[in-house]
């Protein structure tokens, strides 16, 4: 790299942490805790895979989603009827919203919500610090 490509970096660099604070939003991550019925275990884990997952990937803003299952409460009590755990990162909440008001977004979620039972599903936001 020539001293003409380092300047060229360092000025970008400098650019970026010009950037006045709260001009950028933080990423949100949406925790979906999910009841689901234990005879559609494995039927709700591959729709994640097959369906849900590759659908949400495709979307504007989109930063991450992850399927867990607990293991154990290590400290305190876990969830209320919940083994898993659906977490969704978007670059913004106005990305999230957008996902959700799309029609694929109509098509893939039944996937998983007809594999649920009881409350179905509880639903916090975060923003990522």
Do not use: C
Request: hydrophobic share 45%; glycine share 4%.
């Amino acid at each position: 790299m020539n001293r003409r490509q380092h300047l060229k970096i360092l000025a970008s660099a400098g650019a970026l942490l010009a950037v006045p604070a709260g001009a950028a939003t933080a990423p949100i991550q949406l925790h979906v805790d999910l009841e689901v019925d234990p005879a559609k275990e494995s039927e709700m884990v591959a729709n994640y895979r097959k369906t849900f997952r590759p659908a949400i990937r495709k979307q504007p803003g989109f930063v991450d989603v992850k399927l867990l299952k607990l293991q154990s409460a290590l400290a305190g009590k876990p969830p209320a009827n919940s083994t898993y755990r659906l977490l969704i990162s978007f670059e913004t909440e106005e990305f999230r919203k957008k996902w959700v008001a799309t029609a694929t977004h109509q098509q893939v979620w039944p996937t998983i919500e007809n594999t649920l039972k009881g409350a179905k599903y509880s639903a916090l936001l975060y923003d990522v610090l």
